[in-house]
């Protein structure tokens, strides 16, 4: 799967592979690695690779789209969902004392990969919000994420159930 | 109606009204006042009394949570739903080259008032995001931006209905 290419990449931690592509349908076809947390039909689930905190997941249409403003509105929904259910398992079930749920819609706005996605920041600390201060992502961290997340992503079905949504299109 | 107090109102600009409730269902009832953009049977939209930028919209919920954590999910979608319907208004419409959808759940995730809401913040240039750079709105500006998103409200019912949604409970 192809999407049409970021016109002007302005780095490795920010943008797509140049050509080839935009790194987010790279993820979602799974020709570009990623440490994936959930998955249904409509999105993708990973670990932010530059996180803004320990936990930092970015919830991405299979489908691309550019930003909220032109993806499809089922889908956008979908995606806010799954967020709002990861949301509430940092802040229920993990014992997050904050939690931030963003999309940023274009580059005055702060997005750097031009495909959809919705960020979801467990904040364990107070302080002000800093994109500058993303740290890289290791193999020890994101095991440790995912294996805190797993025994609660019955959640995000539960959630998806409630608020009228199904994991399957 | 009122609503559980916030215990710890840390000033007017950023708390609830004391032992009265809170200043979000304090809008929602009538009893205090807000410039008002939109209305349906489950959220007001209202101009942030603060902005960040011109045209910085709330999509605060009509029911009471205090945040994402333990809103209703079917409400707390149809707030993302109005929320992302109006971020493409300022994107499609009126020529916002960027555009923030945030909800803060959580002191230490930088929430101020302890009632469900989302932000919506139109950036019409680049540079950092900063909640501390708010001015106070004035009626002139209010005003201003009633009028630019007005002819466009049509939009956000178009987009629940497409979103699979409805502004009727």
């Not at 987010?24 to 990973?46: H, K, L, M, N, T």
């Not at 919830?59 to 089922?74: G, L, Q």
């Amino acid at each position: 799967m192809r999407c049409p290419l970021n016109p002007r990449p302005p780095s490795r931690l920010r943008g797509c592979l140049g050509v080839l592509g935009c790194v987010f349908c790279g993820i979602v076809s799974g020709s570009e690695p990623a440490w994936r947390v959930y998955e249904d039909d409509v999105v993708v689930v990973i670990l932010d690779k530059y996180p803004v905190s320990k936990g930092h997941l970015l919830v991405i249409t299979k489908k691309h789209y550019e930003s909220i403003h032109d993806a499809d509105p089922r889908e956008a929904l979908h995606a806010f969902a799954v967020a709002a259910a990861l949301a509430r398992v940092y802040r229920t079930k993990l014992g997050a004392p904050g939690v931030n749920v963003v999309t940023n819609s274009g580059r005055p706005a702060g997005q750097v990969i031009f495909h959809f996605h919705v960020h979801v920041i467990p904040r364990w600390s107070g302080g002000s919000f800093r994109w500058s201060s993303r740290h890289e992502l290791t193999a020890e961290e994101a095991e440790e994420v995912i294996a805190e997340l797993e025994p609660h992503l019955d959640g995000v079905k539960s959630y998806l159930r409630k608020a009228g949504l199904s994991a399957h299109i």
